[in-house]
């Protein structure tokens, strides 16, 4: 991107014209004077080449000059337009006429009318399997998920939710405070032979804070949190279940000690 800024840059940066820009008369008037040895004709545009070097504007004798008169700039290259419009069957005529030099080219195309014509189609070619690539790319990363738990982790470095967070229910928590102790101070329980429970069971209609306090806990132990849904473990392909809480429990493990919580577990 940096050199073709670089090259358009330097291609559209005005420079000094080594040509004069003649008006059509003026150029068969320099025809008619034997002041030209050859043209190029391509297109509308006619370029060329003068015998002698000449002075554009001409110099006019006996005009007002200051006392510093500006330096004459002659040229020995030019160029004017043939006026396609009205036409001019006299000019080859007129060069054959003064042996003239005359070649031909075919008219220059625009840069950026090529761009446009051959390159764009190719730029949304290319931008168009770049994002049918992605897409199917993301498909494929879906499906090689499929199996996996869309549990939501919350940190410990997150927000934290304690038992000051939790109104009432004071019987669960201290039910529940055990279960704290535990995660906090496993090898206490584990010397004397104690072990965790493998779930402990939230009954209470939606909305009574049963999430809450499931965070309650993992914040009061200071550990991840693992929560979703139920219905996430169902699927309509044989395995799928199954799949997706072995996933679960691997990452419950990789981050243990942690809490999961599944919500409507009915």
Known sequence: MLALLAWNVWL??????????????????????????????????????????TAWPPVTPGATTSATPAPVTTY????????????DAGLLPLLEAHRVQVD??????????????????????????????????????????FGRAKARRYAPEGPKITFEDVAGADEAKSDL??????LRHPMKYHNLGARIPRGVLLVGPPGTGKTLMARAVAGEADVPFFSLSASEFVEMFVGVGASRVRDLFDRAKKAAPAIIFVDELD
């Open 104 to 145: 031909t080219a075919a008219p220059a195309t625009p840069w950026l009318g090529l761009l446009l014509t051959y390159g764009l189609p190719v730029i949304l070619l290319v931008g168009l399997v770049l994002w049918m690539g992605r897409g199917a790319a993301k498909t494929q990363a879906g499906i090689f998920g």
């Open 76 to 87: 020995r290259a030019f160029r004017t337009l043939f006026p396609a419009t009205v036409g």
């Open 12 to 53: 559209l940066w005005p420079a000094r014209a080594s040509y004069v820009s003649l008006p059509y008369s003026a150029f068969l008037d320099q025809v008619r004077a034997d002041n030209v040895a050859q043209v190029e004709i391509a297109g509308d545009q006619i370029t060329g080449q003068f015998k002698n070097a």
């Open 177 to 182: 405070k055990e279960v704290v102790d535990f």
